[in-house]
């Protein structure tokens, strides 16, 4: 599998921007299926944004559609969540996975490969 260490996170107020990285390392990145989620403390893990292989295709959760913009440079095995425009509901700790795949998927439970999660903090 493949080895996930993400970077990033910070404390910032509403409104601000930040760029998530997800660093790929063990395996050879680009055939895996790339994918955010989050967790904010007594919730459920959620989805947030998702990449296909190659990057032509991309999805995101209704939350964050527009304000969100999934990335990926299989050059630099590197995944990366561009985050503009945020909200204090966006406080969460956000893990990156891969999935050796071609389609791309919402679930959790679809992805066997997790990073560790970084957090981020958005003030009101």
């Known amino acids: 599998q493949v080895q996930l260490v993400e970077s990033g996170g910070g404390l910032v107020q509403a409104g601000d921007s930040l760029r998530l990285s997800c660093a790929a390392s063990g395996r050879m990145f680009s055939p895996y299926t790339m994918a955010w989620f989050r967790q904010a403390p007594g919730k459920e893990r959620e989805f947030v944004a998702a990449?296909?292989?190659?990057?032509?295709?991309?999805y995101y959760a209704d939350s964050v559609k527009g304000r969100f913009t999934v990335s990926r440079d299989n050059g630099e095995n590197t995944v990366y969540l561009q985050m503009n425009s945020l909200k204090p509901e966006d406080t969460a700790v956000y893990h990156c996975?891969?999935?050796?795949?071609?389609?791309?998927?919402?679930?959790?439970?679809?992805?066997?490969?997790w990073g560790q999660g970084t957090q981020v903090t958005v003030s009101s």
């Open positions: 990449i296909s292989r190659s990057g032509g295709n991309t």
């Open positions: 996975a891969a999935k050796y795949a071609v389609a791309v998927f919402a679930s959790p439970s679809s992805y066997p490969s």
